[in-house]
Protein backbone atom coordinates (compact mmCIF):
# COMPACT_ATOMS: atom_id res chain seq x y z
CA UNK A 1 0.00 0.00 0.00
CA UNK A 2 1.01 3.52 -0.85
CA UNK A 3 1.21 6.35 1.14
CA UNK A 4 -1.05 9.67 0.61
CA UNK A 5 0.70 12.64 -0.44
CA UNK A 6 -1.09 16.06 -0.75
CA UNK A 7 -1.46 16.53 -4.07
CA UNK A 8 -4.93 16.00 -5.54
CA UNK A 9 -4.64 16.59 -9.33
CA UNK A 10 -5.93 14.25 -11.92
CA UNK A 11 -3.35 12.59 -14.47
CA UNK A 12 -3.84 13.01 -17.93
CA UNK A 13 -3.42 10.43 -20.66
CA UNK A 14 -0.59 10.98 -22.29
CA UNK A 15 -1.22 9.31 -25.49
CA UNK A 16 1.44 8.31 -26.59
CA UNK A 17 1.31 4.85 -24.33
CA UNK A 18 3.29 2.80 -27.11
CA UNK A 19 6.01 5.30 -27.05
CA UNK A 20 6.50 5.03 -23.41
CA UNK A 21 8.23 1.40 -23.08
CA UNK A 22 10.51 -0.83 -25.92
CA UNK A 23 8.16 -3.50 -26.94
CA UNK A 24 11.59 -5.65 -26.26
CA UNK A 25 10.33 -4.71 -22.36
CA UNK A 26 7.24 -4.39 -22.39
CA UNK A 27 7.41 -8.19 -23.57
CA UNK A 28 9.76 -9.00 -21.25
CA UNK A 29 7.90 -7.77 -18.06
CA UNK A 30 4.53 -8.94 -19.49
CA UNK A 31 6.39 -12.71 -19.33
CA UNK A 32 7.62 -12.03 -15.91
CA UNK A 33 3.88 -11.46 -14.69
CA UNK A 34 2.99 -14.59 -16.26
CA UNK A 35 5.59 -16.73 -15.22
CA UNK A 36 4.07 -15.27 -11.80
CA UNK A 37 0.86 -16.74 -12.65
CA UNK A 38 2.51 -20.08 -13.13
CA UNK A 39 4.79 -19.88 -9.89
CA UNK A 40 3.42 -17.94 -7.31
CA UNK A 41 7.19 -17.54 -5.66
CA UNK A 42 8.22 -15.24 -9.04
CA UNK A 43 5.38 -12.27 -7.93
CA UNK A 44 8.57 -10.61 -6.07
CA UNK A 45 10.11 -10.31 -9.53
CA UNK A 46 7.71 -9.36 -11.35
CA UNK A 47 6.75 -6.74 -8.99
CA UNK A 48 10.30 -5.75 -9.16
CA UNK A 49 10.57 -5.03 -13.16
CA UNK A 50 7.55 -3.00 -13.02
CA UNK A 51 9.23 -1.06 -9.98
CA UNK A 52 11.75 -0.22 -12.44
CA UNK A 53 8.94 0.99 -15.42
CA UNK A 54 7.24 3.00 -12.80
CA UNK A 55 10.26 4.37 -10.82
CA UNK A 56 8.72 3.43 -7.57
CA UNK A 57 10.43 1.84 -4.53
CA UNK A 58 8.11 -0.66 -3.46
CA UNK A 59 5.05 -2.44 -5.68
CA UNK A 60 2.45 -4.73 -4.56
CA UNK A 61 -0.69 -7.06 -4.95
CA UNK A 62 -2.92 -7.40 -2.42
CA UNK A 63 -5.59 -9.61 -2.03
CA UNK A 64 -8.23 -8.56 0.24
CA UNK A 65 -11.14 -10.35 2.24
CA UNK A 66 -13.64 -8.20 2.45
CA UNK A 67 -16.45 -10.02 3.80
CA UNK A 68 -13.98 -10.47 6.94
CA UNK A 69 -12.47 -7.26 6.58
CA UNK A 70 -8.76 -8.69 6.57
CA UNK A 71 -5.91 -9.26 3.94
CA UNK A 72 -6.31 -12.73 2.30
CA UNK A 73 -2.60 -12.71 0.21
CA UNK A 74 -0.06 -9.94 -0.41
CA UNK A 75 3.08 -10.07 -2.65
CA UNK A 76 5.68 -7.50 -2.30
CA UNK A 77 8.54 -6.24 -4.63
CA UNK A 78 10.66 -6.75 -1.40
CA UNK A 79 9.70 -9.77 0.34
CA UNK A 80 11.25 -8.21 3.18
CA UNK A 81 8.76 -5.63 3.82
CA UNK A 82 5.98 -8.51 4.18
CA UNK A 83 5.97 -8.89 7.75
CA UNK A 84 5.41 -5.13 8.02
CA UNK A 85 1.38 -5.72 6.42
CA UNK A 86 1.04 -9.17 8.18
CA UNK A 87 1.89 -7.39 11.50
CA UNK A 88 -0.94 -6.89 13.30
CA UNK A 89 -0.07 -4.06 14.67
CA UNK A 90 -0.28 -2.52 11.16
CA UNK A 91 -3.53 -4.45 10.39
CA UNK A 92 -5.57 -1.69 10.68
CA UNK A 93 -4.45 0.47 8.34
CA UNK A 94 -4.75 -1.98 5.31
CA UNK A 95 -8.33 -2.65 6.60
CA UNK A 96 -8.74 1.46 6.39
CA UNK A 97 -7.57 1.55 3.22
CA UNK A 98 -9.47 -1.34 1.84
CA UNK A 99 -12.38 0.81 3.06
CA UNK A 100 -11.99 3.94 1.32
CA UNK A 101 -11.02 2.58 -1.91
CA UNK A 102 -13.72 2.99 -4.65
CA UNK A 103 -13.54 -0.62 -5.44
CA UNK A 104 -17.21 -0.88 -6.86
CA UNK A 105 -17.10 2.29 -8.89
CA UNK A 106 -13.49 2.72 -10.21
CA UNK A 107 -12.62 1.20 -13.71
CA UNK A 108 -11.01 -1.81 -13.85
CA UNK A 109 -7.61 -1.33 -14.77
CA UNK A 110 -7.85 2.32 -14.69
CA UNK A 111 -5.10 3.81 -12.16
CA UNK A 112 -6.04 6.01 -9.29
CA UNK A 113 -3.81 8.31 -6.63
CA UNK A 114 -4.14 7.86 -3.38
CA UNK A 115 -5.06 11.28 -2.87
CA UNK A 116 -8.39 11.17 -5.41
CA UNK A 117 -9.45 8.37 -2.11
CA UNK A 118 -12.18 9.58 0.23
CA UNK A 119 -10.40 10.35 3.71
CA UNK A 120 -7.16 9.84 2.16
CA UNK A 121 -5.49 12.42 5.11
CA UNK A 122 -6.74 10.04 7.77
CA UNK A 123 -4.28 7.62 6.91
CA UNK A 124 -1.41 10.25 7.70
CA UNK A 125 -2.13 9.47 11.28
CA UNK A 126 -1.49 5.70 10.81
CA UNK A 127 0.74 4.08 13.10
CA UNK A 128 1.91 2.42 9.91
CA UNK A 129 2.50 5.32 7.93
CA UNK A 130 4.37 7.21 10.60
CA UNK A 131 6.68 3.94 12.04
CA UNK A 132 7.07 2.54 8.51
CA UNK A 133 6.46 4.52 5.16
CA UNK A 134 7.76 8.12 6.88
CA UNK A 135 11.48 6.24 7.56
CA UNK A 136 11.28 5.03 4.44
CA UNK A 137 10.75 8.09 2.75
CA UNK A 138 7.60 6.39 0.78
CA UNK A 139 5.64 9.45 -0.94
CA UNK A 140 3.53 9.09 -3.85
CA UNK A 141 1.06 6.24 -4.40
CA UNK A 142 -0.79 4.70 -7.52
CA UNK A 143 -3.61 1.87 -7.43
CA UNK A 144 -5.49 0.02 -9.93
CA UNK A 145 -8.32 -2.29 -9.16
CA UNK A 146 -7.65 -5.89 -10.16
CA UNK A 147 -10.46 -7.74 -9.02
CA UNK A 148 -13.61 -6.86 -7.08
CA UNK A 149 -16.64 -8.46 -5.47
CA UNK A 150 -18.63 -8.41 -2.40
CA UNK A 151 -16.13 -10.72 -0.98
CA UNK A 152 -12.90 -10.05 -2.73
CA UNK A 153 -10.82 -6.90 -3.61
CA UNK A 154 -7.77 -7.41 -5.36
CA UNK A 155 -5.26 -4.35 -5.62
CA UNK A 156 -1.69 -3.44 -7.03
CA UNK A 157 -0.50 -0.52 -5.87
CA UNK A 158 3.04 1.75 -6.58
CA UNK A 159 4.82 3.58 -4.18
CA UNK A 160 7.48 5.82 -4.72
CA UNK A 161 10.54 7.59 -3.21
CA UNK A 162 10.25 11.39 -2.11
CA UNK A 163 13.49 11.30 -4.33
CA UNK A 164 11.52 10.61 -7.60
CA UNK A 165 8.77 12.92 -7.25
CA UNK A 166 4.84 12.43 -8.35
CA UNK A 167 3.59 10.10 -10.57
CA UNK A 168 3.01 11.99 -14.22
CA UNK A 169 0.58 11.30 -16.85
CA UNK A 170 2.83 9.18 -18.43
CA UNK A 171 3.45 6.73 -15.55
CA UNK A 172 -0.33 6.69 -15.61
CA UNK A 173 -0.24 5.70 -19.23
CA UNK A 174 2.28 2.56 -18.39
CA UNK A 175 0.72 1.20 -15.98
CA UNK A 176 -2.45 0.68 -18.61
CA UNK A 177 -0.26 -1.42 -20.39
CA UNK A 178 0.46 -3.39 -17.46
CA UNK A 179 -3.02 -3.29 -15.75
CA UNK A 180 -4.76 -6.00 -18.11
CA UNK A 181 -1.84 -8.65 -18.01
CA UNK A 182 -1.60 -7.72 -14.09
CA UNK A 183 -5.55 -8.74 -13.84
CA UNK A 184 -5.08 -11.53 -15.76
CA UNK A 185 -2.33 -13.05 -13.77
CA UNK A 186 -4.21 -12.11 -10.67
CA UNK A 187 -7.15 -14.35 -11.33
CA UNK A 188 -5.68 -17.15 -12.87
CA UNK A 189 -3.36 -17.46 -10.00
CA UNK A 190 -5.59 -16.53 -7.18
CA UNK A 191 -7.82 -19.38 -8.94
CA UNK A 192 -5.30 -22.00 -8.10
CA UNK A 193 -5.40 -20.62 -4.79
CA UNK A 194 -1.37 -19.50 -5.54
CA UNK A 195 -0.60 -23.00 -6.39
CA UNK A 196 2.31 -23.41 -8.69
CA UNK A 197 2.24 -25.10 -11.62
CA UNK A 198 5.24 -27.60 -11.66
CA UNK A 199 6.17 -29.87 -15.16
CA UNK A 200 6.94 -33.08 -13.23
CA UNK A 201 3.20 -33.08 -11.68
CA UNK A 202 1.13 -31.12 -14.38
CA UNK A 203 -1.70 -33.43 -14.65
CA UNK A 204 -1.66 -34.08 -11.31
CA UNK A 205 -1.83 -30.65 -10.29
CA UNK A 206 -4.39 -29.54 -12.97
CA UNK A 207 -6.96 -32.53 -11.73
CA UNK A 208 -7.20 -31.54 -8.10
CA UNK A 209 -8.43 -27.78 -9.44
CA UNK A 210 -11.82 -27.69 -9.45
CA UNK A 211 -12.07 -25.15 -12.73
CA UNK A 212 -11.83 -26.54 -16.02
CA UNK A 213 -7.91 -26.65 -17.86
CA UNK A 214 -7.64 -26.76 -21.28
CA UNK A 215 -3.86 -26.83 -22.56
CA UNK A 216 -4.30 -26.13 -26.30
CA UNK A 217 -1.40 -25.47 -29.21
CA UNK A 218 -2.18 -23.36 -32.17
CA UNK A 219 -5.22 -23.37 -33.93
CA UNK A 220 -6.68 -24.49 -30.90
CA UNK A 221 -5.49 -28.02 -31.03
CA UNK A 222 -6.10 -29.92 -27.42
CA UNK A 223 -2.99 -30.76 -25.97
CA UNK A 224 -4.34 -31.87 -21.96
CA UNK A 225 -7.39 -31.10 -20.25
CA UNK A 226 -7.95 -31.82 -16.49
CA UNK A 227 -10.65 -34.23 -14.90
CA UNK A 228 -12.78 -31.02 -14.77
CA UNK A 229 -12.62 -30.11 -18.53
CA UNK A 230 -13.05 -33.39 -19.82
CA UNK A 231 -16.20 -33.73 -18.21
CA UNK A 232 -17.04 -30.14 -19.52
CA UNK A 233 -16.17 -31.40 -22.71
CA UNK A 234 -18.30 -34.48 -22.38
CA UNK A 235 -21.17 -32.83 -21.43
CA UNK A 236 -21.18 -30.67 -24.52
CA UNK A 237 -22.61 -27.64 -22.56
CA UNK A 238 -20.41 -24.78 -22.82
CA UNK A 239 -17.14 -26.49 -24.65
CA UNK A 240 -16.75 -28.96 -27.30
CA UNK A 241 -13.87 -31.08 -29.01
CA UNK A 242 -13.99 -30.89 -32.79
CA UNK A 243 -11.59 -33.06 -34.24
CA UNK A 244 -9.37 -32.49 -31.17
CA UNK A 245 -9.63 -28.67 -31.60
CA UNK A 246 -11.26 -26.56 -28.25
CA UNK A 247 -14.02 -24.67 -29.34
CA UNK A 248 -17.52 -22.91 -27.70
CA UNK A 249 -20.81 -23.62 -27.96
CA UNK A 250 -21.82 -19.99 -28.19
CA UNK A 251 -20.27 -18.69 -31.39
CA UNK A 252 -19.36 -14.87 -29.91
CA UNK A 253 -17.02 -16.74 -27.56
CA UNK A 254 -15.65 -18.84 -29.84
CA UNK A 255 -14.40 -16.16 -32.12
CA UNK A 256 -13.32 -14.42 -28.68
CA UNK A 257 -11.56 -17.30 -27.39
CA UNK A 258 -10.14 -18.24 -30.36
CA UNK A 259 -8.15 -14.98 -31.77
CA UNK A 260 -7.45 -14.67 -27.96
CA UNK A 261 -5.48 -17.97 -28.04
CA UNK A 262 -3.87 -16.94 -31.71
CA UNK A 263 -2.64 -13.64 -30.19
CA UNK A 264 -1.14 -15.31 -27.10
CA UNK A 265 0.74 -17.43 -29.71
CA UNK A 266 2.26 -14.66 -31.79
CA UNK A 267 2.33 -11.66 -29.31
CA UNK A 268 1.27 -11.77 -25.72
CA UNK A 269 2.17 -8.23 -25.16
CA UNK A 270 -0.65 -7.07 -27.18
CA UNK A 271 -2.94 -9.16 -25.56
CA UNK A 272 -4.62 -6.56 -22.93
CA UNK A 273 -8.17 -7.54 -21.92
CA UNK A 274 -8.41 -10.38 -24.58
CA UNK A 275 -9.20 -13.58 -23.20
CA UNK A 276 -10.12 -12.57 -19.97
CA UNK A 277 -13.83 -13.44 -18.19
CA UNK A 278 -14.44 -14.57 -21.72
CA UNK A 279 -18.49 -15.89 -21.81
CA UNK A 280 -19.15 -19.27 -22.68
CA UNK A 281 -22.88 -19.69 -23.01
CA UNK A 282 -25.15 -22.65 -21.93
CA UNK A 283 -28.58 -23.73 -22.83
CA UNK A 284 -29.24 -22.85 -19.12
CA UNK A 285 -28.03 -19.05 -19.85
CA UNK A 286 -25.25 -19.99 -16.83
CA UNK A 287 -22.17 -18.73 -18.80
CA UNK A 288 -18.96 -19.89 -17.68
CA UNK A 289 -15.71 -18.16 -17.58
CA UNK A 290 -12.36 -18.69 -19.62
CA UNK A 291 -9.19 -17.07 -18.71
CA UNK A 292 -6.39 -16.84 -21.77
CA UNK A 293 -2.94 -17.69 -20.21
CA UNK A 294 -0.29 -17.53 -22.87
CA UNK A 295 2.17 -20.52 -22.63
CA UNK A 296 4.36 -20.12 -26.21
CA UNK A 297 7.01 -17.74 -24.52
CA UNK A 298 8.71 -17.63 -20.86
CA UNK A 299 11.54 -20.14 -20.09
CA UNK A 300 9.29 -21.50 -17.57
CA UNK A 301 5.77 -21.82 -18.78
CA UNK A 302 7.48 -23.60 -22.04
CA UNK A 303 8.69 -25.99 -19.82
CA UNK A 304 5.13 -26.68 -18.77
CA UNK A 305 4.29 -28.36 -22.54
CA UNK A 306 6.93 -27.11 -25.03
CA UNK A 307 4.14 -26.93 -27.81
CA UNK A 308 1.25 -25.53 -25.89
CA UNK A 309 0.24 -22.09 -27.19
CA UNK A 310 -1.70 -21.31 -23.99
CA UNK A 311 -3.68 -22.71 -20.76
CA UNK A 312 -7.51 -21.68 -21.11
CA UNK A 313 -9.40 -21.81 -17.40
CA UNK A 314 -12.64 -22.15 -17.17
CA UNK A 315 -14.54 -20.97 -13.53
CA UNK A 316 -17.65 -22.49 -14.13
CA UNK A 317 -21.00 -21.45 -12.22
CA UNK A 318 -20.94 -24.77 -10.48
CA UNK A 319 -17.11 -24.20 -9.03
CA UNK A 320 -18.15 -20.36 -7.91
CA UNK A 321 -20.86 -18.42 -5.74
CA UNK A 322 -22.79 -15.53 -7.25
CA UNK A 323 -21.12 -12.33 -6.44
CA UNK A 324 -22.48 -9.62 -4.49
CA UNK A 325 -25.54 -7.35 -6.74
CA UNK A 326 -24.37 -4.21 -4.61
CA UNK A 327 -21.38 -4.20 -6.85
CA UNK A 328 -23.41 -4.07 -9.97
CA UNK A 329 -26.15 -1.69 -8.51
CA UNK A 330 -23.54 0.79 -7.46
CA UNK A 331 -21.52 0.69 -10.82
CA UNK A 332 -24.12 1.38 -13.06
CA UNK A 333 -26.52 3.27 -11.13
CA UNK A 334 -29.50 0.41 -10.89
CA UNK A 335 -32.63 0.78 -9.01
CA UNK A 336 -33.78 -1.51 -6.39
CA UNK A 337 -36.67 -2.46 -8.80
CA UNK A 338 -33.75 -3.12 -11.74
CA UNK A 339 -31.20 -4.71 -8.93
CA UNK A 340 -33.88 -7.25 -8.07
CA UNK A 341 -34.46 -8.22 -11.56
CA UNK A 342 -30.73 -8.29 -12.16
CA UNK A 343 -30.36 -10.62 -9.23
CA UNK A 344 -32.70 -13.34 -10.24
CA UNK A 345 -30.96 -13.52 -13.88
CA UNK A 346 -27.46 -13.30 -11.91
CA UNK A 347 -29.08 -16.49 -10.07
CA UNK A 348 -29.71 -18.16 -12.75
CA UNK A 349 -33.56 -18.12 -13.23
CA UNK A 350 -35.10 -20.10 -15.98
CA UNK A 351 -37.14 -17.18 -17.70
CA UNK A 352 -38.09 -14.07 -17.42
CA UNK A 353 -41.59 -16.03 -15.81
CA UNK A 354 -40.19 -17.45 -13.52
CA UNK A 355 -38.73 -14.06 -12.58
CA UNK A 356 -41.78 -12.40 -12.19
CA UNK A 357 -43.68 -15.16 -10.50
CA UNK A 358 -40.58 -15.31 -7.76
CA UNK A 359 -41.03 -11.14 -7.39
CA UNK A 360 -44.59 -11.28 -8.40
CA UNK A 361 -44.53 -8.56 -10.63
CA UNK A 362 -45.89 -8.91 -14.77
CA UNK A 363 -44.11 -9.85 -17.07
CA UNK A 364 -44.19 -6.41 -18.32
CA UNK A 365 -42.90 -4.83 -15.59
CA UNK A 366 -39.61 -7.40 -15.89
CA UNK A 367 -38.97 -6.81 -18.86
CA UNK A 368 -39.13 -2.56 -18.87
CA UNK A 369 -36.71 -3.42 -15.48
CA UNK A 370 -34.34 -6.06 -17.72
CA UNK A 371 -34.49 -3.42 -20.64
CA UNK A 372 -33.07 -0.44 -18.48
CA UNK A 373 -30.70 -2.70 -16.92
CA UNK A 374 -29.23 -3.71 -20.61
CA UNK A 375 -29.33 -0.06 -21.56
CA UNK A 376 -27.30 0.72 -18.33
CA UNK A 377 -24.80 -1.77 -18.49
CA UNK A 378 -24.45 -1.70 -22.77
CA UNK A 379 -25.63 -5.96 -22.62
CA UNK A 380 -28.01 -7.10 -25.13
CA UNK A 381 -28.99 -10.35 -23.25
CA UNK A 382 -29.06 -12.05 -20.35
CA UNK A 383 -25.74 -14.22 -20.68
CA UNK A 384 -24.04 -11.04 -21.34
CA UNK A 385 -25.13 -9.78 -17.99
CA UNK A 386 -24.25 -12.48 -16.14
CA UNK A 387 -20.71 -12.39 -18.18
CA UNK A 388 -20.28 -8.69 -17.16
CA UNK A 389 -21.43 -9.27 -13.63
CA UNK A 390 -18.34 -11.49 -13.31
CA UNK A 391 -15.50 -9.82 -15.60
CA UNK A 392 -15.62 -6.97 -12.99
CA UNK A 393 -15.33 -9.48 -10.30
CA UNK A 394 -12.75 -11.66 -11.28
CA UNK A 395 -11.24 -13.59 -8.47
CA UNK A 396 -15.10 -13.85 -7.10
CA UNK A 397 -15.30 -17.84 -5.83
Same mark, same amino acid.
Given at each position: @?????????????? %?????????????????????????????????????????????????????????????????????????????????????????????????????????????????????????????????????????????????????????? %?????? @????????? +????????????????????????????????????? +?????????????????????????????????????????????????????? %???????????????????????????????? +?????????????????????????????????????????????? %???????????????????????????? +???????? @?????????
Amino acid at each position: @MGIPTKRGAQMEHS %GHDTQLIAPERLSTVVGAIYDAAIDPQLWPEALRHLCVDLRCVLSAIYLFDAENSCLRHVKLSDPALEWTVRNKEYADTFVDFLRVMPTATQPIDEPLLSTQLPSHGSLFDSRYFREISLPQGHHDSMHVVLARSGRRCGLFSATRHKSVGFFT %GDDFAI @MRLFAPHLR +RAVTISDLMELRALETEALSATLDRLAMGVVVVADKN +RILHANEAARHMLANGGRIVSRRGRLAARDSAAEVELTQAIALAGVDEAALGGA %GIGVALGSPDDQPALAHVLPLARGELRTRLMP +RATAAVFINSPESRPQPDLRTLAQAYGLTPAEARVAERVLVGAANL %GEVAASLDVSLATVKTHLSQVFAKTGVS +RQADLVAL @MHRITPSSR
